[in-house]
DNA sequence: GTAAGCTACTTATCAATAGTAAGCGACAGG
DNA sequence: CCTGTCGCTTACTATTGATAAGTAGCTTAC
């Protein structure tokens, strides 16, 4: 946690580091790749798992992570066809690596609260 | 990297996991907070390193991130006044947490461009 | 058999946020 | 004076998000 190991970070990790966060952190979609984590696979799941995201910004949202390569959707011809969407490899990595946020949110909040102050 | 670490998670850790993730990865916010950290303190140095900003948008996103407690805004009485905005312990930790981002966003370009399988 | 409901969406509309451009007061340098 | 920097703000447009409703194809309940 130096500053010295940031000083010298390329403009190309720049990029990358903002792209990145900027797609995990899209409204909902932190939260949709954490549904798919806790198992959700149908769009209904999601929806439920999702509290307060509407049926619009979840086709839409699953839409974009499908195409940026974090989760599969998969169409099964049963009788009515129902559609799966799973997490792909990079998904799970991606959400894998975010999971420290929990519990950085919870020191954070405490801070914030009473005023504890937090170690450099 | 289970799946059965994330089937438990409750209530509270799923919206600290969504709230924080969503501060951090607000568009420009997860530039800024780089930028602080490879050692940016006036507003004028931020506007140059984090690409693309508008004055108007890093105006409202250091007040944002000020009032999260992630950002320290300094007033000087120097002559001209000078503003200076240092990263906050918790705001350094969360840069911190959120680095390996970096690495993972190289793997996942790497992998859509020439399609190669990353290992669960 | 018909009314109601589920599933995975789309369409329409309106509010909130982001982007673009310009300006502003206090200074400083030429 | 004229131009330029600093740290903003204001005005306006474009993009995105929220809310509500609609839809086709099917199942279940009465």
Redesign the interface.
Known sequence: ?D?KD??R?D?A???????????????W???IL?AG???ARRFSEYRTLV?GISDRLLASRLKELEYE?LIEREVRPTTPVSISYTLT??G???????????E??????L??AGGI????
């Open positions: 946690m500053e940031f000083e970070i403009e990790a720049c990029r990358r580091f903002q792209s990145s966060i900027e797609l995990a952190g899209r409204k979609n932190g939260a954490l984590m806790r198992g509290d390569g490899p990079s799970r990595q991606l959400i894998t690596l975010l999971q420290p946020l929990t950085w949110g919870h020191a954070h909040a801070e914030r102050a937090v170690a450099s």
